[in-house]
């Protein structure tokens, strides 16, 4: 199946195009983060300092030494991944809304609820400033009462509230490119196929409260997936940016 995008003429009003950039630039940020989770796995040193966080007063440690690893451990790249495709969304918005813009219209707001719940459940941020204000604290009380905040937040889990919903609207855009003009087929196949895995997953970690072997085989297949919907939208939002001709478009494609 090819690449390249369906002929059409400027389907994006001309006060939408820097944010099609915009969002084509975040997009392509978002399909290299699954290759940096990778690579920092990869870093000497990593697995060492990270598998020993125990109890709170480990994981505070590891934040003091290794702020990053810290917020990492606790779904920090998730957490801007999902930061990142806010402007795409709104400028895939802004690209299929004359196709279908009811439905264009739902997804895009049922994505920010999902942002707004997954934001406001992270811990990442919260445990590393915790990990800082336990450092400086001066008595022992003052340590005891950072480390049950820290240790409730642990108990509590990190949450994955709002991802599913997040997902959701992703696979009701994909549905939209399919039905719309602006994006390819193969733009929305991915996009259908990698947020229904993503959904499965999450379904699977909700009742299991970790992946079965066969639960990690669907994760991978959703992340290709994901990348390759991620790579053809910022490469089509980017295009669009530009105001491409058709012609040029079509060579390109």
Request: glycine letters at 10%.
């Amino acid at each position: 199946m090819s690449l390249s995008e369906p002929q059409l003429i400027d389907p994006v009003h001309s006060g939408w195009k820097s944010l099609c950039q915009v969002g084509g630039i975040t997009v392509l940020i978002v399909f290299l983060l699954p290759l940096a989770e990778v690579a920092i796995s990869y870093i000497p040193g990593v697995e060492s300092a990270t598998q020993g966080t125990v109890t709170v007063v480990d994981w505070f440690r590891l934040f003091q030494t290794h702020w990053f690893l810290g917020l990492r451990n606790l779904g920090f790249l998730n957490l801007i991944g999902v930061v990142l495709l806010a402007p795409t969304v709104l400028a895939i918005y802004s690209a299929i809304r004359r196709d279908h813009e009811a439905y264009a219209a739902l997804s895009t707001i049922l994505f920010f609820v999902g942002f707004a719940v997954y934001l406001a459940g992270s811990r990442a941020l919260p445990m590393l400033l915790l990990s800082g204000q336990y450092a400086s604290a001066s008595t022992d009380a003052q340590r005891s009462l950072l480390a049950a905040a820290g240790q409730a937040m642990l108990a509590e889990g990190q949450s994955r509230a709002g991802l599913p919903l997040v997902e959701f609207a992703c696979l009701e855009i994909s549905a939209v490119m399919l039905r719309g003009k602006v994006f390819s087929k193969t733009t929305a196949y991915a996009g259908i196929l990698g947020n229904v895995l993503l959904i499965a997953v999450e379904t699977i970690l909700t009742l299991f409260r970790t992946l079965p072997q066969w639960g990690m085989v669907l994760a991978v297949l959703a992340g290709l997936a994901m990348m390759v919907w991620y790579f053809l939208v910022g490469k089509r939002l980017l295009q669009l940016g530009r105001g491409k001709p058709d012609g040029e478009h079509m060579k390109s494609g």
